[in-house]
């Protein structure tokens, strides 16, 4: 069974900061992609930012400049540093891994619950 749990989500002023978190856990045997999506009320999930296991990055449009994405492979994790927010960042962000359980086992793609991030004076 594996797990993603994020944090660090909540409510900012707009022109704030936040660093969401999401560690993965549980039968892991190696960790490929992660990324973060967010999807506001009434709109579809999209992509914030990727990296890959050898720290390639992209970022979508709307947060190149603001967004800085990592991951910590010995502590399987990866994190999300938002700068400049503004209140269309308002969404629920969700954490995304390609995971394999083990070393004759395909990857599998997994998501985390969500982490509420609010941008509103």
């Known amino acids: 069974q594996v797990q993603l749990v994020e944090s660090g989500g909540g409510l900012v002023q707009p022109g704030g900061s936040l660093r969401l978190s999401c560690a993965a856990s549980g039968s892991i045997f190696f960790i490929n992609d992660m990324g973060w999506y967010r999807q506001a009320p009434g709109k579809q999930r999209e992509l914030v930012a990727a990296i890959t296991r050898g720290d390639s990055t992209k970022y979508a449009d709307f947060v190149k400049g603001r967004f800085t994405i990592s991951r910590d492979n010995a502590k399987n994790t990866v994190y999300l540093q938002m700068n400049s927010l503004k209140p269309e960042d308002t969404a629920v962000y969700y954490c995304?891994?390609?995971?394999?359980?083990?070393?004759?086992?395909?990857?599998?793609?997994?998501w985390g619950q969500g982490t509420q991030v609010t941008v509103s004076s």
């Open positions: 995304n891994a390609d995971i394999r359980t083990g070393w004759y086992r395909p990857e599998n793609n997994y």
